[in-house]
Nanobody
């Protein structure tokens, strides 16, 4: 498995930008899927973006504003968030999911980082 440490959250005004980072304890090159989720108070956790095999996907509400990327040399996945809106306010979580050839499938979560967007 892998340990994930997230950072980059904070307070930002509407229209501003933040970049979240997820640093893994080992190489992420062979991990099947890395993703970012978010959870606002009183709401269920929502998948925001994924990256796997060079392909990226986004939930409609962030498409065109957010970008997910990976730097394999730094064992880090990023979420660049632009044109932030108050409704983007949530705790953002990094997720890793893998099914290795040897061993059982596994999934790990980061601790979460708070993003607050003021109007």
């Amino acid at each position: 498995q892998v340990q994930l440490v997230e950072s980059g959250g904070g307070l930002v005004q509407a229209g501003g930008s933040l970049r979240l980072s997820c640093v893994a304890s080992r190489s992420i090159f062979s991990i099947a899927l890395m993703g970012w989720y978010r959870q606002a108070p009183g709401k269920q956790r929502e998948l925001v973006a994924t990256i796997a095999g060079g392909s990226t996907n986004y939930v409609d509400s962030v498409n065109g504003r957010f970008l997910i990327s990976a730097d394999n040399a730094k064992n880090t996945v990023y979420l660049q968030m632009n044109s932030l809106r108050p409704e983007d306010t949530a705790v953002y979580y990094c997720n890793a999911r893998n099914r290795p050839l040897l061993g059982s499938p596994w999934e790990e979560w980061g601790q979460g980082t708070q993003v607050t967007v003021s109007s």
